[in-house]
């Protein structure tokens, strides 16, 4: 082939342009994965990642760190919508990975998903700001002058996502969302047999004109170099097999040189089928559904696909036969472009003699192929010229002991039957130790109708797993599926799994900041961290309540007059709520109560009559009050009694794409004694400008 009918070079995208090897660069070619023909060619050969590295770090710092994080949070969607425009783009380059319509849907539909799911967890769970506070307050002396709390802050250095063949726009937004929504910006090195696909993706992104500059990049080719140019403040997220993460992980770079390494590796996981859960019940049916769908979505070509089936032994027969007769019956191998194909070729023909050379291992410490058998590592014994496709294959071990069931993952539409005994009662326990053999999981599942089984299991396994799926009649049509990572749960898994926690909504986010302690007086937590903190200056020159986003400052205040509360108030209250407890209506009893002096007040009495004391009746900027939050009552208040209030701006968040905003108030109601009465935040919504009255 002359170098003139060679498929394209793709390109990288580094310090804001495009970029191309030499023209005397060879390259990789990829091949369409179910006919063979050459697709592209992928080399990163004379490309300087050194200076990438340095250009997201600073170019690519300095605009995300501009941005709060609810900014960042709105560029995610408006990136999702744009990538949702064109995603029939994506769709048709993904058929050549041997990916189905559904396949592809997953990966493509999938990726996008986490998009809004991150933009909508940004906006929802973070502030509308650069610094996010991690726990309560504490106090660290007597007079109140000294704070302390823990605050997270952007790491000042770059994310280098290395991502695998089998999910080439998921596997790269998975982990691009949570970056970008901490500030940190990314470089984005996908697999070569599926580079072209995520070269389109970030295409359609730079494209879209809203990244700013420096926030991505992308490395098609090797990235082998990569911790000759880390340092201290970047993260290195790979997602590949353990034996890959394990040698990354012990370089210098990850053991002494502070770079942060995280891996989502090849996992063993499996999916256990309770006793009661026989052939005909509405679980078992689930379990072999899920088991098939497993089996064949990406021909098996993913991280959470169930390698095992572990199944009580007298249904082990009863398993296989309803696996055979499904696969006969709904799963035809092809070419995915092909009318009618359920499932597609493996990622190339070198990736489908891998997974067969795995199945010789496993069949070699016992394991009996009761489906797909008489397949040949030799490509030409494939169908279609890529040489990829590969029926799916179910083996059977009647020694649940075997070692290479338990560690040998052939990747691809391979899965192996395990019994186990259930005739003491002790089934949970002995269908957990075959899941902990596994060394730690991604995810295990388990269909059971018995809540007590149930429990029994999880309680035993869930340590050796990063999620659980508990499958039962009441689930089994709004499952999202054992191997189905969704932004909002943690993807990750201990042990092989590579101990990483990618994904889990905003935890993921965590994972590109840094958890400080600061101490300090009021005055100075109020300014790093953009809160109000007791003690520190406030302003009471106009009611707050008068007062539009645009002129609220953190810690403007007002504080009330004193009202008495008399015995008339707290008789009259409890008969026109119904609130009738004694403590309020009944002196004798309520004397005896150890918390009360006698009859005391409704707390939600001090709580209207607060709101009174600090409320301005007319229009005005503040538009509702939508609740209370962290309410606490302190000291009893008896009839005779005198409250008052201080109300004090705490926390100002102004909303991206609305007219208003939310402001949190700290509320701290007083007796005459100055005893604090109660303390809670008040969450209203307020006019970023001044409305009319």
Known sequence: MTLETKPRMLQSYVQDAWWSPADSVVGVEVLDASTGEPVARVSSEGLDLGAALDHARTVGQKNLGALTFHQRAVLLKQLALVLTERKQELYELSYKTGATKIDSWVDIDGGIGVLFTYSGKGRRELPNAKVQLDGPLEVLSKDGTFLGRHIRTTLPGVAVQINAFNFPVWGSLEKFAPAFLAGMPSVIKPATPGA??????VRIMVESG???????????????????????GDVVSFTGSASTADALRRHEAVQTGGVIFGAETDSINASVLGPDAVAGTPEFDAYVRQLVNE??????QKCTAIRRAIVPASSVGDVVDAVRARIEEKIIVGDPRTEGVTMGALASAEQREEVLRQVDKLVADGGEIVVGAGQSADASASAGAGGAMLQPILLRFDNANSERVHDTEAFGPVSSVIGYDTGDG?????????VVRGGGSLVTSVASADPAFVSALTLRAASANGRMLLLDRDNARSSTGHGSPLPMLVHGGPGRAGGGEELGGVRSVFHYMQRTAIQGSPEMMTAVTGVWHAGAATRDDVHPFQKSLEDLRIGDQVVSASREITLEDISHFAEFTGDTFYAHTNEEAAAANPFFPGRVAHGYLLLSFAAGLFVWPDVGPVLANYGLENLRFITPVSPGDQVRVALTAKQIIPRETDEYGEVHWDAVLKNQNDEIVATYDVLTLVSKSPVAA
């Open 196 to 201: 072209y696909l995520a070269e389109h993706m």
């Open 210 to 232: 809203l990244l700013p500059d420096g926030a991505v990049q992308l490395v098609s080719g090797s990235i082998r170099e990569v911790f000759d140019h880390a340092k201290l």
């Open 295 to 300: 089996m064949t979505t990406k021909a098996g």
């Open 426 to 434: 002790e089934g949970a326990a002995r269908a957990a130790e075959l």
